[in-house]
């Protein structure tokens, strides 16, 4: 079966740091490109940092660019966001998901916009910053 799970969220101050982890199983990530998205309350999920399944190319929202870094450990099964210099705007609601690249050029990049090329999803983990 497979599956996304993510952990590493909670409440932290303004100005802090956490690491988001999402563990996959069930899936080879060597095709697989790996997203970091969020949603707010009230608000439309968007994306924050991806990494291609090759090369680890990586593009970041502009709201986040300096402060936040996407990883993957493929023979780990694992992908991270280090968060840091956070803000009360970076509150929400995280996931990681994962796009199959069928070709070796879509493997070779991925994307923040096109939620729909995203083919598995996690559950999501709570980051809350707060004073």
Request: charged content about 25%; aromatic content about 10%.
């Amino acid at each position: 079966q497979q599956q996304l799970v993510e952990s590493g969220g909670g409440l932290v101050q303004p100005g802090g740091s956490l690491r988001l982890s999402c563990a996959a199983s069930g899936l080879n990530l060597d095709y697989y490109a790996i997203g970091w998205f969020r949603q707010a309350p009230g608000k439309e999920r968007e994306g924050v940092s991806c990494i291609s399944a090759s090369y680890d190319n990586i593009y970041d929202a502009d709201s986040v660019k300096g402060r936040f870094v996407i990883s993957r450990d493929n023979a780990k099964k694992m992908v991270y966001l280090e968060m840091s210099s956070l803000k009360p705007e970076d509150t929400g609601l995280y996931y990681c998901a994962a796009d199959l690249g069928l070709t070796h050029e879509e493997r070779r990049r991925c994307s923040l916009e096109d939620l729909d090329a995203y083919d598995l999803w996690g559950q999501g983990t709570q980051v809350t910053v707060s004073s």
